[in-house]
């Protein structure tokens, strides 16, 4: 009996440790829209083991010895604007996307204005509206011991893109 407590005493005071490793997962789901129309379904998230040292980008996992500062995603327009490529959402070029990743939200959606902008193309971050204004846009994570510290886009502007 006094075995069972000592033993009951141990995995108890082992407890806090274990809760006090800095694992996050953050399981990313989306779709993108195909010229044609069609939706397809994605997953593309973020995960991190500390006590097996791994992160995980997507279906790959990584042996690290600490969480990489940051990961972009890149965006690239095609030359003729009418669609865009992101490696990590799909093999080929997409219309539109719409990506959920933790607490954010990300959609690259076509939308005719009243200016016109680079590509018909308006990029949202949890509901804030931003413009290409090159061929390529990042989206860029910036990672602490929680997950996602900050998410930005880069190579995008908030004023329609049609300033240089």
Known sequence: MKLNINVIAGIVLLAPSYSALADFSLPGKG???YPTGVVKEFEFGF???QQAEKFSIGSKS???EQIPSSYSVAITLAKDD?????QEFNNGFIKEFE???GDHNVILKKQQFSDPVKGDYVIELNGRSYFFTRNNASIVMNFNEGGI???AID???KNMGTKN
């Open 155 to 157: 190579g995008v502007t």
């Open 99 to 101: 990506w959920h990743i």
């Open 82 to 86: 009418s669609q865009v490529w992101v």
């Open 31 to 33: 779709t993108v829209t």
């Open 47 to 49: 995960k991190w083991q």
């Open 62 to 64: 990584y042996n690290m």
């Open 149 to 151: 510290e900050t998410i």
